[in-house]
C-alpha cells in the first residue's frame, strides 16, 4: 500500500477541495487536533503535556489537541507563542477554556507537543524561538510535532534554521516531501499519517510493499523472466548484481563475460557466446563492474530489451537524450547523477523528475532518500532504510533487483520502485554487521 505525498500548494488544494465539498475549516481543524492527542496518548500514555501554539492553522491544530487531552483527563498546558492570525485558529482558541502561557516563560512538560508552523513555513524560525523550544524539547522527555517539526521547510526537507528533533511527527491528510527528504528526514522520530478526510493525489507517493506479479503454476524459467548481464573489468559488482537478480526471482539469469566469474552461484549461467538479440531477454543489466569499457554499454544500448543502467556505465552515457526510446531504469548516486544531468535547479524531488522528463527514462536517484522519477511526473519515496546500507556493493545488489523485477513483467518505474522497496526491507533483515553479499542473501526473506 502506498501513502500520498503533498506538497504544501498541493495540500492546501485538498483542503480547498474538501471544503468546496462541504467539509468546514473546522473541521478539518478539528480531525487534525482529535488526531494529534490521540497520537500522543498512544505514544507516550497519560504523560503531564505542554502544547506549543504558534499563530496558523498549525497552532490552531494545537488547541484542539489540548481541548481533547483535558477532556480524557490528563494534565496540558498550553503556551501561544503569538494570538492567533487566522479565524479558524480564533476559534479553536476559543473553545480551549484552560489558561494560556506565554512561550517565552513557558515551563517544561514530559511531554511536549509542537505545533508552532507547519507546511506555510517560509524561513526559519528567529533565534529566541529556536533557543526556547530546543530548551523545552531538551527538558522533555518525548517531542511530538503536529505536520511537521517546527523550522523545516515542506517541499523541500531543508531546516530553515536549526530543528529540535521530534520523536514522533504526526502528518495530517498526506505525507508532505519533507517528510522522506533529507536532512528534514533525520529530524522527524516515527512519522504517522492522520486521515482528516481529504482526497489526495497518488502521483507523488511513499513507495509500499509491491504487488508482484503472481507466479504461473504451468510457467517456466524464461516465464518467469530472463535477466542478461553484461560483465566488464571488475567480476565482484556484477556478482553480487546477478546473484541479486537471482534472488529477487528472476527465473534465468546470465551473464557474458570472457572470463570466468568466481563465487557466483551455480544456477547463474556463464557464458561468451549468448545474443542479446534473444528474443526471451526481460532485462538486460549494465554497469556494475564494467570500468573504462564504454563499448558495452553501446552494446547494450543497441538491443531492444528493457535495461538496466548502473554505476561505470551512467559515467558512459554522456548526454542524457541517448536514453530516449530505451525503456531504461538508471540507478545513479549522487556524483553519477550529477556527471550525467550536470548541476540542476531545485530540490531533490525537482531534480530527479527533471532528470526524468530529460532522458525518457526512470531515473532511481539514491541516497538516505532515495527517489523514483517517472517521466510522466510519478515520484517514489523511500521509505526510511537502515543506515547500514551505505556499504560498498549494495548499489550492485540494487540493480540487480530492478533488472529481476523488470525482467519479472513490472513496467519501469513499479519495478525500480519494489526495487527500491526490498532492497531496504532486505538490509532491515541482515542487520547492522552486513555487507552486500548479505544483502543479497537476505532478498527472499522479505518476497
Known amino acids: 500500500m502506498t501513502r500520498p505525498i503533498l506538497t504544501a500548494a498541493a495540500m492546501r488544494a485538498a483542503e480547498a477541495q474538501a ?60 503556551a501561544a507563542l503569538a494570538e492567533p492570525a487566522t479565524e479558524a485558529a480564533r476559534r479553536a482558541r476559543a473553545r480551549w477554556d484552560g489558561p494560556v502561557e506565554p512561550f517565552a516563560t513557558a515551563e517544561p512538560a514530559p511531554l511536549l507537543i509542537d505545533c508552532l508552523f507547519g507546511t506555510g513555513l517560509k524561513r526559519g524560525l528567529e533565534p529566541a524561538v529556536f533557543e526556547r523550544l530546543l530548551a523545552l524539547s531538551g527538558a522533555a522527555q518525548l517531542t511530538v510535532a503536529a505536520d511537521l517539526p517546527s523550522g523545516v521547510a515542506a517541499d523541500s526537507g531543508e531546516c530553515l534554521s536549526s530543528v529540535p528533533a521530534a520523536d514522533l511527527t504526526l502528518a495530517f491528510g498526506a505525507l508532505k516531501p519533507a517528510h522522506r527528504l533529507m536532512p528534514s528526514l533525520a529530524r522527524m522520530g516515527r512519522v504517522v499519517l492522520a486521515d482528516i478526510g481529504v482526497e489526495a493525489d497518488h502521483r507523488w507517493h511513499e513507495i509500499g510493499r509491491p504487488a508482484l506479479p503472481p507466479l504461473d503454476p504451468a510457467g517456466h524459467k524464461f516465464s518467469r523472466g530472463l535477466v542478461h548481464a553484461l560483465a566488464g573489468k571488475m567480476p565482484g559488482a556484477i556478482a553480487l ?207
Open 19 to 78: 471544503i468546496a465539498s462541504g467539509t468546514s475549516v473546522d473541521t478539518l481543524m478539528e480531525r487534525a487536533g482529535a488526531s494529534l492527542a490521540e497520537a500522543a496518548i498512544r505514544f507516550a500514555g497519560r504523560t503531564p503535556t505542554l502544547l506549543v501554539c504558534g499563530p496558523g492553522n498549525n497552532g490552531g491544530d494545537g488547541y484542539v489537541a489540548a481541548r481533547h487531552l483535558a477532556e480524557r483527563g490528563l494534565a496540558v498546558r498550553v
Open 241 to 447: 548484481s546477478c546473484t541479486a537478480a537471482a534472488r529477487a526471482g528472476a527465473g534465468y539469469v546470465r551473464v557474458s563475460t570472457s572470463l570466468r566469474i568466481d563465487h557466483l552461484p551455480a544456477a547463474v549461467v556463464q557464458t561468451d557466446t549468448a545474443t542479446l538479440a534473444d528474443p526471451r531477454i526481460g532485462c538486460i543489466l549494465v554497469g556494475p563492474g564494467m570500468g573504462d569499457l564504454p563499448q558495452i554499454l553501446t552494446l547494450a544500448l543497441t538491443a531492444h530489451a528493457p535495461k538496466v543502467i548502473d554505476a561505470d556505465a551512467i559515467r558512459a552515457i554522456g548526454e542524457p537524450e541517448r536514453l530516449k526510446g530505451q525503456d531504461a531504469i538508471v540507478t545513479p548516486h549522487e556524483g553519477e547523477f550529477e556527471a550525467l544531468f550536470g548541476k540542476l535547479e531545485g530540490n531533490k524531488a525537482e531534480r530527479a523528475l527533471a532528470a526524468a522528463r530529460r532522458s525518457g527514462a526512470v531515473v532511481v536517484y539514491k541516497g538516505p532518500d532515495t527517489l523514483v522519477a517517472a517521466p510522466d511526473g510519478r515520484l517514489g519515496f523511500a521509505p526510511p532504510s537502515p543506515a547500514w546500507l551505505a556499504s560498498a556493493g549494495t548499489g550492485d545488489v540494487l540493480a540487480g533487483i530492478c533488472a529481476a523485477m523488470r525482467a519479472r513483467g513490472l513496467e519501469a518505474f513499479d519495478a525500480a520502485c519494489a526495487a527500491v522497496w526490498i532492497h531496504g526491507r532486505a538490509a532491515e533483515q541482515a542487520g547492522p554487521g552486513m555487507i552486500a553479499d548479505d544483502l543479497a542473501a537476505a532478498i527472499p526473506l522479505v518476497l
